[in-house]
């Protein structure tokens, strides 16, 4: 029993920190219309930021500054944004498909920096002993997981409700607006490239968030973890979910998790010992087709945005 | 080790050219960026091994490491990969084409299909690196201090015939030019009385017969693995982008200056980052030249 609901508690934290890195990437692509294919990237950047920033010190490692956790946490996310930021300059103009495939490079770079920079990010070892606030919180493990749940909860919550907050606002609307009609809103005096950066940024924070609070949760990062299947997975979240719409992103996210790990413990359990690693493709073809049967069979996803009328219109 | 340097990227570019021609025709006459064209290289690559396995070994063609099983398998794998790139399209595309779907949900299709197809590929032949034949041929020295493997000559040699062959057909036959034709203006060539099913077949054919070459030719050269496709993704969209859209020759030369650059690289990088070097050449060429270095149109 224990066991069961220690399982949960791990699977629902991982579940809800992908969720915060699909709600980065419904601020770009369900609420703005930018097409990001280099989501791992950015949360790559944000678990390594907040690794240097926060692992006890080594004279092997330029980083490793030993820093608080809440330090770590908004340092990952400020350099994040900033690695939005020059990505974004460099990008944000391209038309849409162009802007996938360069945003694919960006992941792949940040991927060859983080195995190759042996120095700073401890090449294909990595880096370990991160902390986390819970952590030897209390007697019994069980309860450090579900006090680091209820973190990654509050977290969550708070990223929703100012994500709320900023969709409602004049800016958001001005993000559909693009979304819907790019030149239209450049017409009504609207700096589109300024909205699409903002965007970009805030979005990429998010995943930055996403990847620094993953890695506190494991307590270690190396380059396996963010390999490009992660962008898929996190894209194959937010459209199975539904996009322009927090609740499918986040109903995606756990659904398609919760998916990905029972297939995982399926393969563990009933696949002969030899033959693991395949087993594991399973996994990564099964998603594959859900993907495709969602955007055949239901294109807006299992919520999908609530369309919008004009309170004055009847 | 200039002069090997040069060779290797030479090398690597043909082969990256083959990948970029078909990519880039399959995205100007589809109108998506397909990121399941690299998984195309793999299958092809794979399919040459399983008919290079199935058929008698056969002696080696001296001085090449392999023997006629191995071109009959290359014959199959082009034909075999076209089909399942015509498959793929009638399973996915076409019914989303179909539903009048964005040209993006293509996009977002197209990276469930790669998932599928890589691991699919992972999941039949493991993932250890195989190879075509387990002989050893000897290097020969081409020029003063550049060696090349008779393998390596053989592909640059065929991927040059393949290129003119591809050119003429284009320019020349009727279907080339329907290709053509839907590429520029998609409405004129159907209100002309093209026929755009027929069209699409071609080009799915010729792209994954061209991507099933490539696919081969790195696994004959290099070695054969699950990720042989998908790591040379990047450098194929580099490579198509460089050459601009419309021009055969374009993809070329876009191949052959994204495989020089890169096998220049190790000469002053570290060579785990040969990888990024196509990406610092596609920012390169979309922020000075976005239409591409060969070609008119607009891309921003």
Wanted: charged share 10%; glycine share 12%.
């Amino acid at each position: 029993m224990i066991g069961l609901i220690s399982y949960f508690a791990f699977f629902l934290t991982v579940a809800l920190i992908f969720g915060i890195v699909t709600l980065g990437l419904d601020l770009q692509w369900g609420k703005t219309g930018i097409f990001n294919a280099g989501v791992v990237g950015f949360y790559a950047i944000g678990a390594y930021g907040f690794a240097i920033l926060t692992a006890p010190a080594s004279p092997a490692f330029l980083g490793n500054f030993g820093l608080p956790w809440a330090v770590g946490i908004f340092g990952a996310m400020l350099i994040s944004a900033f690695a939005a930021l020059l990505v974004g300059l460099a990008t944000i103009r391209l038309r849409d498909d162009y802007l996938s495939v360069a945003s694919f490079g960006i992941a792949i770079t940040i991927q060859l920096i983080v195995t190759n920079w042996q120095p700073m990010t401890g090449g294909t070892m990595g880096i370990g002993q991160l902390p986390n606030p819970t952590r030897g919180l209390f007697e019994v493990r069980l309860w450090n997981g579900i006090a680091y749940l209820g973190l990654v909860a509050t977290v969550l919550a708070l990223v929703c409700y100012a994500l709320a907050r900023m969709t409602r606002s004049p800016w958001g609307r001005v993000l559909r607006a693009m979304r819907e009609d790019e030149p239209a809103a450049r017409t009504l005096g609207k700096n589109t490239v300024a909205f699409r950066l903002q965007c970009f940024v805030i979005g990429s924070t998010l995943m930055g968030l996403g990847g620094a609070l993953y890695a506190s949760f494991t307590g270690f990062v190396s380059p396996a973890d963010f390999l490009p299947i992660v962008t898929f997975l996190v894209w194959t979240m937010l459209i199975v979910g539904g996009s322009g719409n927090a609740l499918g992103a986040l109903l995606g996210a756990i659904l398609v998790w919760g998916i990905w790990s029972m297939l995982g413990a399926a393969i563990a359990r009933f696949m002969p010992v030899g033959l693991q690693a395949q087993a594991g493709a399973v996994q990564a073809m099964f998603i594959g087709i859900v993907l495709v049967l969602v955007l055949l069979f239901r294109p807006r996803g299992l919520v999908g945005e609530a369309p919008t009328t004009s309170r004055t219109s009847r | 080790m200039i002069g090997q340097a040069l060779v290797d990227g030479l090398l690597t570019g043909g082969i990256l050219s083959l990948g970029a021609i078909g990519y880039s025709l399959c995205s100007q006459i589809l109108r998506f960026s397909n990121f399941a064209h690299s998984e195309l290289l793999t299958w092809g690559a794979y399919i040459a091994l399983m008919v290079v396995g199935s058929l008698p070994l056969g002696t080696p063609l001296a001085p090449f490491s392999f023997g006629w099983p191995f071109l009959v398998a290359v014959l199959v794998a082009c034909i075999c990969t076209g089909f399942l790139a015509i498959g793929v399209d009638a399973l996915v595309f076409r019914r989303l084409r179909a539903n009048g779907a964005a040209r993006l949900t293509l996009v977002f299709a197209s990276f469930g299909v790669a998932l599928a197809l890589r691991h699919a590929v992972l999941f039949f032949w493991g993932g250890n690196a195989q190879y075509y034949s387990r002989n050893l041929t000897m290097a020969v020295e081409i020029l003063p201090g550049v060696r090349m493997l008779p393998d390596q000559i053989f592909v640059l040699g065929l991927t040059v015939v393949l290129v003119v062959v591809l050119h003429l057909f284009l320019s020349r036959s009727r279907s080339g030019i329907a290709m053509r034709a839907m590429a520029d203006n998609p409405a004129l060539s159907r209100a002309s009385g093209i026929d755009v099913a027929a069209v699409i077949r071609w080009t799915w054919m010729l792209s994954g017969a061209l991507a099933a070459l490539a696919g081969i030719f790195a696994g004959l050269t290099v070695q054969l693995r699950p990720e042989l496709g998908f790591n040379m993704l990047l450098a194929i969209f580099a490579a198509a982008i460089l050459g601009g859209s419309g021009n055969l020759f374009g993809a070329v030369l876009g191949g052959l200056i994204v495989g020089l650059a890169e096998s220049l690289s190790t000469l002053v990088l570290p060579t785990g980052y040969k990888g990024a070097v196509p990406f610092v050449l596609l920012l390169l060429v979309l922020s000075l030249r976005p239409q591409g270095l060969f070609s008119k149109s607009s891309r921003l």
